[in-house]
Structure formats: C-alpha cells, structure tokens
C-alpha cells in the first residue's frame, strides 16, 4: 500500500549524486536487488534488510522508527499489538527502491507515482515494507514513514484482510502517523497537515475534489497518483479521516475496522460507525469553503528557515501540469533560478536550504507563473503574497511533461 504522501521537496541548489555502487555476490538466505545483496539487521523480531550503501545513520533512524511504531501505532490506533510477520526494505535511492517493488514484491511499476517513496505489500502472509532511504534519513521522517505503514497493518489485521475503501486505507494511515509524530515532532506534523489543507484548497481554485467513488479501490487511487494528483489524493482522505475523528472520536475509527472484519461489508459498517456516508461526506465538503478562502491562490511560506530547517514555499492555485520559474534573489541579484513542474491541483512544494536565505543578506523569493503572474515576497518578513487581480484560467495541457529543468543562473554566489 502506498505511503501516505511522503512529501518529495525540490531543493533549489546543485544535487549531489551517490558514488556508484560495486556489485556483490550473492550471501546465502540474502535478498538481491539488481545483482546487489542486501545486508540484513533485526530489530525487535522485524528483519531489516538495506542496501550495502546505505549509511549507518539512516539504519539507525530506520531501526529506531521500526522499535518505536511497533508500541506508538496500536497506542494510537487503539487496536492490538501486531501478530504479522514483517520485513522491511531501505534502498539507496529511488531507482532501487521501485527495483526492489518490481523484483521482491512483484509490483508493476506503472501505477507508482513518482512522489511515492514508500510501499507496503502482503506476501506468503509476510508484510514488505519499503523505503527510499532519503525517505528515512531523519528520525522524524524515519518515524512518520513506518508508523504510516504499520498503520496499513493495523487496518489489515483489524479487517481480517477484507475489502474496504482505499481512501479510508491511506486517509486512515496517514492520520495516525501525524498523530504519532506529533509526540516526538509537532512542527513536523504541523507542516504536514498544512500540505495537506494547501493541496485540498488548490484543487478546489482549479479542479476541484476527487470524486470518492474515483478513491474506493487501491487501482483508482493509484491512477489518481500517476495522474498528477497525488497530493490531493492523500490531502483530501486525510482531511476527511480527521473530520470524522473531530465528529465521532477516535475509537469510531477502530470500530468500522473491527465492524468489517467481523464480516460487514464497508457500507454498513461506515453506518455503524459514523452515520450515513452521503451524510457525512456531504458535511466534510462543506466545511471546506473556509478553507478555500483562508488559501486563497498565491505563494505561501508553510515553514520558516530557522537553524537547519529548511525554508519550505508552496504555490497555490497556480497552472496545473504546467511550470512555474522560482527565483532566489539576495541583495537584489538573482543567485538560484529554477523552473519547476506543478502538479494536477496547481500546487507547487519547494524547499531551499536555511543557509540560502539566512546571514545578512536581503533575500526575496519571486515565483512566475501562468494564471498568477509574477510574486515575490521577502520570506524574512512576510508569509503569503497573492495575484493582484483575480487569477486567469491557464490553457488545457496534456499530462505527462518534462522532468524539472535547471535555467541559466546569472551573478551566481
């Protein structure tokens, strides 16, 4: 099952690159992954494999993330202790990653996003688990990562395996693994609920929500993903667990669980547990015209540069599948320019390093872009910065463009 959104932010600066990766032999009882055997570590009964590369840090921030969402997710979810067996799997990179789906899990890859960094699937009654290791590099991220897919274990057993709505699955997962890593880190968390408001409130400037029958099967979700749409996907489930959470409690959640794995099938089980579904998906909806004018479409600061915290930017409301051009500028000269993809809402994510935009420099951030034209605001001082005229729709384009492309940087630092 696919992680919940793991947030994949464009850093505007030159990107490192792995050295390259000798071959091993094969070691006996130990997976291989492209003609590289993967090295093998155990953590409180779950065996961990990893790339050979893999830094000792980021097994460290996996293993303590695995020991810690083992006792956090039953805590939070309310349901028992885990009796699957699990295993889990941290490659070095995206490449190797969505290699290992293909040849451990038997994944087909077409319908993976891009932004997805993070699997779980059952196999001969086993839970995989894998990551990218960039995904699990930080003890928070690490954290959020497999509490996220522990809580897809959760929801299984409690199921006893039986079907029930995808949205529910990843809105469900993600919801208890913000409320696990609010314990240990809440501006964290706090950034991931506003992620989640923003790509809600620029679907709703552009294209607006996905239709929930278009959400019920793990198939259409993912095609959602592929699509252009997986923020909103994620966004709009997660938002729509937590309103059912503000509504019935958190033990409504646990009991539409066991309800269907006592042999209801998901409708009148979501009855049972929260009330009718048009209902309650009908008073979500409208609790969302608040959010559509508190995010009205512009460029956002959703986190402050401070110490090593990146300063993080979203665009909301701008082209969907189209590209928008960022700009770094300090005392007045443009020293990083980039022009960057936006997604199928018209939401943009970018994060440029604290050391970027701290010192003593006069920083200011300008984003250019079809339907909203030319923004700029000085991250220092200000949080948001909107069209001055109301935005104007941008022409249809066809899915599937480019990769981000680097642009001529002048008076570079």
């Not at 749409?229 to 309103?243: E, H, K, M, P, W």
Request: charged content about 20%; aromatic content about 6%; cysteine-free.
């Amino acid at each position: 099952m696919l992680v919940g959104r793991v947030v994949m932010l464009v850093m505007l600066a030159v990107a490192s690159f792995l050295p390259a990766r000798a071959v091993l032999a094969q070691q006996a009882g130990e997976p291989v992954v492209g003609g590289v055997a993967l090295q093998r570590t155990t953590v409180d009964g779950v065996t961990l494999f990893y790339d050979p590369d893999v830094d000792a840090d980021t097994v460290k921030s996996a293993s303590d993330a695995i020991r810690q969402g083992l006792v956090e997710v039953p805590e939070a979810t309310g349901l028992p202790r885990f009796t699957t067996p699990i295993v889990a799997y941290v490659m070095a990179d995206d490449a190797r990653f969505r290699l290992a789906l293909s040849e451990v899990a038997r994944v087909p890859l077409d319908l993976i996003a891009e932004e997805i960094g993070g699997y779980t699937i059952e196999r001969d009654g086993r839970m995989l688990v894998f990551f990218s290791a960039p995904n699990v590099a930080s003890p928070a991220s690490a954290l959020f990562g497999f509490a996220h897919e522990l809580a897809h274990l959760a929801v299984r057993e409690a199921t006893q395996r039986r079907a029930l709505p995808q949205w529910f699955n990843e809105g469900y997962a993600s919801w208890i693994s913000m409320r696990v890593i609010d314990r240990h880190a809440p501006a964290e968390a706090a950034l991931g609920r506003q992620l989640d408001r923003a790509a809600v409130a620029s679907a709703l400037h552009t294209r607006g929500m996905l239709p929930w029958a278009d959400l019920v099967t793990r198939a259409r979700f993912s095609r959602a993903g592929v699509d252009g749409l997986v923020n909103l996907a994620y966004g709009q489930s997660t938002l729509f667990v937590d309103f059912l959470v503000a509504r019935h409690g958190v033990p409504a959640l646990a009991k539409f669980l066991t309800t269907i794995g006592e042999g209801q099938t998901a409708t009148p089980a979501f009855t049972a547990a929260f009330g009718a579904f048009g209902t309650e998906s009908a008073a979500f909806e409208a609790t969302l015209a608040t959010l559509k004018t508190e995010l009205a479409p512009g460029l956002y600061v959703v986190q402050k540069a401070a110490g090593d915290s990146a300063l993080i930017l979203a665009v909301v409301g701008g082209p969907a599948r189209d590209t928008a051009v960022v700009e770094l500028y300090q005392d007045g000269e443009v020293v990083r320019r980039r022009e960057l993809d936006v997604d199928g809402v018209g939401l943009l994510v970018a994060a440029l390093p604290a050391s970027l935009v701290s010192g003593d420099h006069r920083v200011s951030i300008r984003v250019r872009a079809p339907v909203l034209g030319t923004l700029e605001l000085d991250p220092t001082s200000a949080v948001s910065v909107h069209p001055t005229s109301a935005p104007q729709p941008a022409p249809a384009q066809l899915p599937g463009r480019g990769s981000v492309r680097l642009l001529p940087v002048r008076n570079a630092a």
